[in-house]
């Protein structure tokens, strides 16, 4: 009898042990998933930048390089390989295009093309699209709204986000009345396109974020969020 109590309580702390060691090895394991996680979450934004900037900066090389007559190819005109010389030749080029752009005969021929593209039909509304979001990012257009404020719209509980132009004034104002602001409602994913409404001053939230970040979050269709920590510092 003694014997059986000795073996029993030997196997239940045998057991204990077990389910011990088998704790530590599963907390183990969940730390070092957690590490590994961390990790990728760290790595992973950085490695793709790179990858994807590595990537972008040789596939320029060998446009601006196919476009170059073959004389004076890169692969030919230089002993060496240079990364990024092909990306600084297009900026000269733009550059180039620019200057001639902002000239009097550099506006009638790019009117004129202008005037070609508008004629076909597809081309057209691809080019007019292409041509607003790109006014929108690198022009300054974006400077003309001044805030980012959130409403309820179209009905109450629901809510949006929308950029203050400035307060309405003019014939608007007259039969408004009241202090009145206008609200420039995008749409997603494309932020040029939308609408201007006229909403009370009391009825909107102004939000801290900028007029920059209101647009690469309606863009994402919310998935780029502002650094409300940045803010706070």
């Not at 060691?21 to 394991?29: R, T, Y």
């Not at 590490?35 to 446009?63: E, Q």
């Not at 939308?194 to 102004?206: H, M, N, R």
């Amino acid at each position: 009898m003694a014997k059986s109590k000795v073996k029993k309580r030997a196997k239940n702390i045998k057991k204990i042990r077990l389910e011990k060691e088998k704790a530590v090895f599963m907390k183990l394991g969940s730390k070092l998933r957690a590490y590994l996680f961390t990790g990728i979450l760290v790595t992973a934004p950085v490695a793709i930048t790179f990858y994807m900037a590595y990537k972008f900066i040789f596939w320029v090389d060998r446009f601006v390089n196919k476009m170059l007559p073959p004389s004076l190819q890169l692969d030919e005109f230089l002993p060496i390989t240079i990364p990024g010389l092909g990306l600084i030749i297009l900026v000269i080029a733009l550059m180039l295009v620019g200057m001639f752009a902002a000239g009097f005969m550099g506006k009638f021929f790019l009117s004129l093309g202008e005037w070609i593209v508008y004629k076909m039909p597809f081309v057209s509304s691809v080019y007019s699209v292409l041509k607003q979001i790109f006014e929108t990012f690198l022009s300054s257009k974006a400077q003309a709204f001044n805030k980012v404020v959130m409403l309820e719209y179209p009905r109450k509980g629901i809510w949006i986000l929308g950029f203050v132009s400035s307060e309405t004034k003019g014939e608007p104002h007259q039969y408004l009345g009241g202090e009145m602001l206008n609200v420039f409602i995008p749409t997603t994913p494309n932020p040029t396109s939308g609408f201007l409404i006229f909403v009370p001053k009391e009825d909107t939230i102004e939000l801290k974020m900028s007029v920059e970040e209101g647009i690469k979050f309606v863009i994402s269709g919310g998935l780029v969020e502002p650094d409300m920590n940045k803010k706070k510092k």
